[in-house]
């Protein structure tokens, strides 16, 4: 009889535990949350790669390149925790496939930003141009998957890079 209601007791409780987390698991935020979550997550974090990157372009220009790596190291810090940030946050499910290959761009920049930084350590201009161009280049093309959404912060810009 004990093993009868402690049975009875268990499956009551994985029935309820499966049909609460059914009522839970619903179809993610809707497009506007999603945006406006992300953007609380980019916005301090896009001006803090501001701050961080301020004048890199006159350092590269007057072949102070060890500097403009410094301050390219500390975006590519930045930019690597809001993408850790911002891809644990819960997606609207209508938009999985788009944001999925959103991510695929994002985490392209991500390596871009190291590959320039590692060039500008090298004292390899030339190659550290022909990677920006690349990372602008990628950059766009990862704007455009999520045009539609509206993001500011979230989005591109290349002129958040000195």
């Known amino acids: 009889m004990r093993r009868l209601?402690?049975?009875t007791g268990l499956a009551v409780l994985a029935v309820t535990l499966l049909l609460s987390g059914v009522a839970?698991?619903?179809?993610?935020?809707?497009?506007?949350e999603y945006v406006e979550g992300?953007?609380?997550?980019?916005?301090?974090?896009?001006?803090?790669?501001?701050?961080a990157t301020e004048g890199s372009r006159?350092?590269?220009?007057s072949e102070r390149l060890g500097v403009a790596a410094g301050k390219f190291a500390r975006a590519t810090q930045i930019y690597s925790s809001t993408l850790a940030a911002i891809a644990s946050e819960p997606r609207?499910?209508?938009?999985?496939?788009?944001l999925s290959k959103w991510f695929s761009y994002l985490k392209r920049q991500q390596s871009y930003l190291k590959e320039i930084t590692a060039a500008l350590?090298?004292?390899q201009a030339i190659k550290a141009q022909r990677l920006t161009a690349r990372f602008i280049?990628?950059?766009?093309?990862a704007n455009n998957v999520v045009l539609e959404f509206g993001f500011n912060y979230c989005s591109f810009?290349?002129?958040?890079?000195?």
């Open 5 to 7: 209601v402690t049975t």
């Open 24 to 32: 839970t698991a619903g179809p993610g935020p809707t497009r506007a």
């Open 38 to 51: 992300l953007e609380t997550i980019c916005k301090p974090r896009a001006l803090a790669t501001e701050r």
């Open 58 to 61: 006159e350092d590269i220009d």
């Open 92 to 98: 609207p499910a209508a938009d999985a496939p788009r």
């Open 121 to 123: 350590r090298a004292d």
């Open 137 to 141: 280049h990628n950059g766009n093309l």
């Open 157 to 162: 810009k290349f002129s958040r890079f000195g």
